[in-house]
């Protein structure tokens, strides 16, 4: 007996982290960025999370992948990195 059965779709690539992964040398060169600007130990397996399951970067790594692209002359900003964070709340906190 035969079975139609369908492929799953592809899951979508978390491009922005993607791109940091190219050009900081690889998941492991994002997680010494990460470690290195927040204090705490944070591995290639967390980078390896954050592009396949989580699709998202926490706040404090965003801003430090943010600013390790730019010092290699690329853009990638941390909204981009981190989606779901309320980044107008912290401007405007920063204004005051």
């Given at each position: 007996?035969?079975?139609?059965?369908?492929?799953?779709?592809?899951?979508?690539?978390?491009?922005?982290?993607?791109?940091?992964?190219?050009?900081?040398?690889?998941?492991?060169?994002?997680?010494?960025?990460?470690?290195?600007?927040?204090?705490?130990?944070?591995?290639?397996?967390?980078?390896?999370?954050?592009?396949?399951?989580?699709?998202?970067?926490?706040?404090?790594?965003?801003?430090?992948?943010?600013?390790a692209?730019?010092?290699?002359?690329?853009?990638?900003?941390?909204?981009?990195?981190?989606?779901?964070?309320a980044?107008?709340?912290?401007?405007?906190?920063?204004?005051?």
């Amino acid at each position: 007996m035969l079975y139609n059965v369908s492929m799953p779709a592809k899951k979508e690539i978390f491009r922005p982290l993607h791109k940091a992964i190219q050009l900081l040398g690889g998941q492991t060169g994002v997680a010494k960025v990460c470690s290195s600007a927040t204090g705490r130990k944070i591995g290639q397996q967390h980078v390896f999370n954050w592009l396949n399951r989580d699709h998202n970067v926490p706040s404090d790594c965003a801003m430090a992948i943010s600013i390790a692209v730019r010092e290699k002359g690329e853009e990638i900003s941390h909204e981009a990195l981190c989606p779901g964070y309320a980044w107008h709340l912290t401007e405007k906190i920063a204004e005051l």
